[in-house]
């Protein structure tokens, strides 16, 4: 018996658009007629420069080739974050995507450390984490023996969705040129049926979705679903973005510092620099945070300033009739740890896992749906959590941050840390235990106690069990090359891009 394929409109492009149409029909294409429509008129917002380990994986499931995919779009590898400023002014820490130490079943690493430090020891929990070593001295490789490296990009955003259009159109999506003016829908369901073009063009189908940014044309604009705002947990609703030379040799971290009003982003590729401030409305003017964000630049601008505005917040349905928003309009949270592009791939694995080929949805999207809140709230409580852990009282940005309410998760979470050292991973499996940890710690959260599993060893072997360890690290840091070096020989850039 021979079925017919599932018509899936995507309207929109970019990185959400592009990804997408890839996905769906490198996993799904012999069950799937894609038509993608987008507009040369209408930009992308293609400021997401910076992703999380999860896109490698996602890469590796798609059958994209490293190498041609770094050299396309200029990335370089990314091992953590470095932020500045963010506990008090002159504060530094990096939450590095690297394993601390070696856990156990019973009690976490850092509360061993703990343990020595209590008995005197010197070290610093970043003295057990290779991939942080290694991004303080700008060095990197895919693996030190057996022992791979967990790593992230920078890239051009820009360059990205060029790229999986290639790839896309290459694997057989239809790329259709033209404004939607017009979104029809079925009578009797409310399910969409139809995208009409200003050229008069009508493309049918069974399954749309919404990558139309922050306008969310379909999901919002046609269907009606509402926005969960979160402006009152992140307050930040503006963004600009500028690109600079590069004046030295990348590093394999990005950095974001924060400001009075804001914080600023520095995300090195192979031959520029991307930079941007996210600010709020309430505490800072435009040129305010343009003054901030140029007087803290390295090299020369190479494009002009881009404004963004933005909602904090998430669609309360991802997944409405038969239209599944992806990107920017089924919510944003901001970039503070590179979520973006992660937001997409997850949403795309979910769809795939639910797709509703005979076109009966209702269980499906509410999965979806359910699954999607989760994840959102997962990742704001993470952000939250940068925010809210500060001693800073140099403006009324930081005033509000340190003393607003926060969630009931997020406070259980911070009080079971400082009082017992407990640290767990979230609920949908991103950010590990290392991961709170090292926010926690470095934003000067220190448990009063830890485990007593951590007293079992005679305080001398644990020390020397620690300095093997601390050892092994060193040892493996030194056989990486200097990240550019690395860069040069794997990946160069493509001259065209």
């Given amino acids: 018996m021979t079925h017919k394929k599932t018509r899936v409109v995507i309207a929109g492009g970019g990185t959400a658009g592009w990804l997408s149409a890839f996905s769906l029909v490198t996993r799904l294409g012999n069950l799937l ?33 490293e190498r041609e995919f770094m050299a396309a779009t200029q990335a370089t590898f990314k091992l953590g974050i470095q932020f500045d400023n963010w506990a008090n002014q002159g504060d530094s820490y990096v939450h590095s995507f690297g394993e601390i130490g070696q856990r156990s079943w019973m009690a976490e690493f850092h509360e061993f450390w703990m343990e020595a430090i209590a008995n005197g020891q010197q070290d610093k929990l970043e003295d057990y984490c290779l991939e942080l070593k290694a991004a303080k001295q700008n060095k990197f ?111 394999p971290y990005t950095i974001a510092t924060a400001h009075k009003a804001g914080w600023q982003w520095r995300i090195p590729l192979q031959s520029r620099v991307g930079n941007g401030i996210v600010y709020s409305s309430r505490f800072s003017d435009d040129e305010s945070a343009l003054n901030t964000l140029m007087s803290n630049i390295s090299g020369d601008p190479v494009t002009s300033p881009r404004y963004l505005k933005f909602a904090t917040g998430m669609r309360k349905q991802a997944w409405a009739n038969n239209c599944i928003a992806i990107g920017l309009s089924s919510g944003f949270l901001e970039p503070l740890e590179s979520t973006s592009i992660h937001l997409v791939t997850t949403a795309l694995i979910r769809l795939m896992k639910l797709f509703p080929f005979d076109g009966e949805c209702r269980l499906l999207a509410e999965r979806y749906n359910r699954e999607t809140q989760k994840e959102m709230e997962t990742i704001r409580d993470f952000i939250v959590l940068h925010y809210h852990l500060t001693q800073r009282d140099d403006s009324e940005f930081w005033h509000f941050y340190r003393t607003m309410d926060i969630p009931e998760s997020l406070q259980h979470r911070m009080a079971m840390f400082a009082e017992h050292g407990y640290a767990w991973p979230d609920d949908v499996a991103l950010f590990r235990v290392d991961s709170w940890v090292q926010v926690m710690m470095g934003q000067g959260l220190m448990p009063k106690r830890h485990h007593g599993a951590s007293r079992m060893l005679p305080a001398q072997s644990l020390t020397q069990q620690l300095t093997a360890f601390k050892q092994s690290v060193n040892q493996a840091l030194a056989q990486l090359p200097a990240h550019d070096t690395f860069l040069k020989q794997y990946c160069p850039a493509n001259q065209s891009t």
């Fill in 33 to 65: 007629d894609i038509t993608l429509v987008e507009s040369d008129q209408i930009g992308t917002v293609g400021v997401g420069e910076a992703t999380i380990p999860t896109m490698c994986n996602f890469h590796r499931l798609m059958g994209l080739d």
């Fill in 141 to 251: 490789a895919l693996n030190v023996g057996n022992r791979p490296l967990n790593y992230a990009y920078h890239l051009d955003a820009t360059a990205y969705a060029a790229y999986l259009r290639n790839k896309a159109e290459s694997a057989g999506v239809t790329r259709r040129e033209g404004k939607i003016v017009q979104v029809n829908k079925h009578l009797d369901s409310g399910n969409l049926s139809a995208l009409v073009l200003d050229n008069g063009t009508h493309i049918d189908g069974d399954v749309f979705i919404d990558c139309t940014g922050f306008r969310a044309l379909l999901i919002g604009e046609e269907l009606g679903v509402g926005y969960h705002d979160w402006s009152h947990l992140l307050a930040a609703d503006r963004a600009i973005a500028v690109q600079s030379t590069a004046i030295e040799p990348p590093r």
